[in-house]
């Protein structure tokens, strides 16, 4: 395969011009930090409590799309498939915060936790308290005694979503932490790529899958996942995925789930609906309840070809945040 | 040849660094693509892009402060994994020089023993987990052994105990970072960290001996 | 290039299985008509003026993805570009008719054009009363001279979404019809691609594209376009197209607009914002305002790389029903 | 050899101009592929492989009610514009045989000739535009004037009309139907629809003539 054709310009600003892009799309809901690549919501409310999420771009429209009302207050965006500095971070902490301190909320990687890590050491130098939750729901990455191990894919979605609205309503970090720390721990993901995304600035595509294979539990950069084999049909795979999540938590019977599938890239809507019906159907006969389903580009890896399925279990707490209304770029919801 | 280095002959010596490492760049791009997600090169680029630049203006008081400046720029302009642990490598490390007029065999190992203790703290790996501490661990124990023997061969030995350390890794398999979830077929190929690493050292080496 | 790899079942059951999948997502708001494949909102208000969507399938979301509150009533789906039969679209005029007539808006192709007449002909002789709009936004089609050879593509999301409105709150089909010509009226677009995307039932892609090369104007099927060359910078490609729809309508400075950039398929999020941004410098040179700015996938050609743009002018009225609340599986605002 | 056909004829006939249509499907689906996009061939084998299933059923009252019966199937199965023009012209060319007791070359001719009118008002093209009507208007002309020489040199005059106009559709640029934008590009490929109308008369001239 020759290398994928895109529309840009210099790959080296895309981080920037994207930001530009997001931010004049959103009509004055948000701004850019200083001409640096972080976005910030320009109304947040007085002493509420901040949300901060960020990572690596590259994988829009995480995280800067999340960034709206009930939602995140602020992102620093890091280069493509590469953690934001400190400064960065700590600079958007700074602009975010009100007084009852900030959660940040990010994907469970070495560079994301370093680099958040120092900027919280030296966030608190300048007086400001902040508690991190670090998403860790890939089930393919790391079996469940090594949870710590595991990647952050889709799943910052529910956590995000969850973190958002209980941001906007509670008053006290630690309480906000706690109902984060829920959402976080009753979340599970799966992914599988038929096909390889690429970085601009380089170019390359991040792997190499042949015409005729898929990768089960690959995740949101192109990291390794569990298996390599020939494609079989939606179903058959839609159901491995979903059986490997299931007993992961474990979920059942009589369980309440928010499902999420989440487009990696270059998937048809068609092959996600077909995908999210064979959920639909796989966790009937398991006599699980879907309380709510979303379907769509949430965390993509550039132009991959995959998807992942997401499942949360819910508790009367969960589903009040997650069906309170939002708004931002990225999701919508009245 | 120089046995101690002044302050600005240690800014000139983190120039020649950061040149070395812009020079590697495609080879850093291709080693991560192998077990990464591929952009380690243009990470490091970055970084050591900003170094150059950083040393060509800074004030060579002391060696201490060029060291921390160089790793706070590492930090600010880096990203990712790497960012972090090579910023902290030379912000830790530089604290083994302060109150130090000059660089010498003493000064080299305690940056790279204090840099290690940094890195690991900071990141939580231990040596064998195949990243760039595989070849730090090596190259500070190769350096503390070699005080003695002055800083040409301090350097030299650590970098050859930094290049034995990259070929070790190609026999991990990582349990950090990207290439965690590998397995075993991390097996055969080197850490980009590592291999980043053992180019730093190389830089200070050649820029000693010459 | 290798046929593309696809996660389906029976290629032959890929339109039904997608409604299966929407229906499910959807949570009791819509209902699938008799196994068929139409979908119809489970709550359509009496007395209402009814919207019917509807076309070829292979553009999900498009349309069954906007079948929802304050947007249509119900959409017969044919099969991958392919329009509906008369005979399922009389079924879902039937299923969502309440007494005052039911606008049917779809896009300006023969297929649909022939099958769409055939259906109100018939549902004349059944006593449903019906008026039709055919959306043709596409400038690339056609020179002004010839405006109903134009193709519908993506402007499709801006007629429909006002259509909705205006059927939910006027209470005569004529009203309605009104309002839906002035939004086809002011609507225009322009769409470049990059890649083919394919049929899943051949596994053929719809045509070819050289490495390197990018086709302006291509239609939503892969029909040819004004121009094929060397792929440029993202900007010299926003800016062709952006000029070419701003002389069309024409907009001029004072206008005030929306904007769609809408994803064929497989071309990333950050491509989309580094174009939606670059339109947004261009038009504010011009002194036209952007009333508000919609980025995703919301009409696609299966995975085909590439975008297309889009900008209706806006007046009160238009602005009013555009910012109406909606909910529908593609698309929902607040 | 058949100068006249039985109800039960004509819907043998029907069945196998069903049969050779599913039979060029891929054939069908290259020439869209060129011009179009790329689903003639899926569609016409949706509608015809229904209409062979209608055939097998059908109790064949009259040749109009078996005519319009295919019509009927074609237009409720296929889709797209094929399953309306087709669709058409079986149903309205049907009304040509209402009233006859077999299908003979008036009656032919009759149905291509509405069927032609009812295309015609369905879609508003014209001949020249590079569709199925450039296949079937000649094939039209030529039954006619062959009526007085019956059924078995209509059929052949027409499909040898129709062949005609299928190569002269690649000399055509199209101006409706998907390859409208095409403009020049379209020119050396034949029409996908006419090919099919084409395909539709072979089969009914190879019927009559066995
Ligand atoms: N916890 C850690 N401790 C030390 N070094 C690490 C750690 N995690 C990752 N690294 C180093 O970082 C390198 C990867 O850097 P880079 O590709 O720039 O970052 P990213 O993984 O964010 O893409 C690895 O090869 C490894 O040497
Ligand atoms: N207005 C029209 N009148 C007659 N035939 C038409 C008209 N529009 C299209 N066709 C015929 O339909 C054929 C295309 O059929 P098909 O590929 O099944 O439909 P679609 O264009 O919907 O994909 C064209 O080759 C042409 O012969
Ligand atoms: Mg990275
Ligand atoms: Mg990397
Ligand atoms: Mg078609
Ligand atoms: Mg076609």
Redesign the interface.
Known sequence: ??KP?????NPVE?VS??????V????GDLYRLDGRNAVVRTHIANDKVALLIGG???H??MFP?FVGSNLADGAPC??????????LIVDTLSAIERGRGVLMVYGN???D???F??AAELAEEAGIVTRTVRVWDDV???PPERMT?R?GIAGDFFVIKVAGGAAAELDNLDEVYRVAIKARDNTRSMG?A??A?S????G?R??ELP??E?EI?M?A?????IARRK?T???A??EEMTNLILADLPFSAGDEVALLVNNL??????????????V?QLLQQRGIV?H????G?FL?C??M?G?SITLMKLDAELKHYLDM???S?AY??? | MYDTLTPSQARDMLSAVAQHLVANVDMLTEVDQAIGDGDHGIGMRRGFAAVEEAMATIDPESVSKVFKAAGTTIMAKTGGAAGAVFGTLFRAGSAALEGRPALDAEGLAGFLLLGLEGVEKRGGAQPGQKTMIDALAPASVAAEAAIASGLVVAVRNATDAAKAGVEATKGMIATTGKARTLGERSLGHPDPGAVSMSLILEAMRDYIAA
């Open positions: 395969m020759g054709k895109k529309l840009l310009n895309v011009e994207l930001i530009d892009g997001l004049a799309a959103c009509g690596g771009s590259g829009e429209p799309g890091g280069e493509v498939f590469a953690a934001p500095t400190p400064d990687y070495a560079g936790n370093m680099n890590d120092i393919a990455a790391a191990d990647r599988v038929l096909a995304g970085i601009p600035e380089t390359e991040t792997f015409e005729d898929i539990g995740g950069h192109g990291e390794p996942g494609i049909d939606a179903d795979i839609a890239g270059a998937t048809t809507c068609m092959e996600m609906l077909i995908v999210s019906r064979k639909h879907i709510r389903t979303d379907v580009s993509t550039q132009e070809a998807l209304p939002a708004r770029f919508s919801r009245a």
